[in-house]
């Protein structure tokens, strides 16, 4: 079964409009990261959460980190078309920097 | 910092032969350095983790005799695609990481190579 679950696994906004995605963990998280996507492309590093209640933000994205690190949230406000992509979640396996399994990814398309 | 170099971006071979994808840490030293596959479509799935100066660990359903993981240098690890098939075509990535003290900074990924077999 999928450790991360990302949701929704597409989303279609208006430019200008605020949006959120979601990453929910089986198991703990140790280490959450963002990484957003151009379909065949490489990854673009956006955050990285490691402490439970971590928030982050870097221009228009904020990523959050619930309490209980087996949640996390990416907020984009007011979108805009060079936000569209797929963002994904990744997250350390285990506590010792070792490998990241993802989410299965959310595609967002953002029309002007 | 912490460049990744991934070569080629795109290779096409016919069927049966091998292929050859380079990863570099441009800037920084990598003893450890992942692959990953990813479909059309779909998310990315570690294929295995490349240690520097010793085997390669393949996650579990990776054929390590057709995914050829060598890690021979601090700044480079190839993955050769052996005997290639038309199913083996997807897209392949690497990422390292570069150690900070006892912190994994986070992780850079290549920018990927598209492998067609025909």
């Known amino acids: 079964s999928q450790e991360l679950e990302q949701s929704p696994q597409s989303l279609i906004v208006q430019e200008g409009k605020n949006l959120t995605i979601n990453c929910t963990s089986s198991?703990?998280?140790?280490?959450l990261y963002w990484y957003k996507q151009k379909y065949g492309e490489g990854l673009i590093f956006l955050m990285m959460?490691?402490?439970?209640?971590e928030e982050k933000s870097h221009e228009k994205i904020t990523a959050k980190l619930d309490e209980k690190k087996q949640q996390s949230s990416l907020h984009i406000t007011a979108s805009q078309p060079s936000h569209a992509g797929i963002y994904l979640c990744?997250?350390?396996?285990?506590?010792?920097?070792?490998?990241?399994?993802f989410g299965q990814g959310t595609e967002l398309s953002v029309k002007p | 910092g912490a460049v990744v170099s991934q070569h080629p971006s795109w290779v096409i071979c016919k069927s049966g032969t091998s292929v050859k994808i380079e990863c570099r840490s441009l800037?920084?030293?990598?003893?450890?350095m992942f692959w990953y596959r990813q479909f059309p479509k779909q998310s990315l799935m570690l294929m295995a983790t490349?240690?520097?100066?010793?085997?390669?660990?393949?996650e579990q359903g990776v054929e390590k005799d057709k995914f050829l993981i060598n890690h021979a240098s601090l700044t480079l690890s190839t993955l050769t695609v052996t005997s290639a098939h038309p199913e083996d075509s997807s897209f392949y990535i690497c990422?390292?990481?570069?150690?900070?003290?006892?912190?994994?900074?986070?992780?850079?990924f290549g920018s990927g190579t598209r492998l067609t077999v025909v």
């Open positions: 990422s390292a990481t570069p150690l900070r003290g006892l912190f994994y900074y986070g992780y850079t």
């Open positions: 800037d920084f030293q990598a003893t450890t």
């Open positions: 959460l490691q402490k439970g209640g």
């Open positions: 990744g997250a350390d396996r285990d506590n010792q920097g070792g490998k990241l399994i």
């Open positions: 490349s240690n520097e100066g010793s085997k390669a660990t393949y």
């Open positions: 198991k703990t998280l140790y280490g």
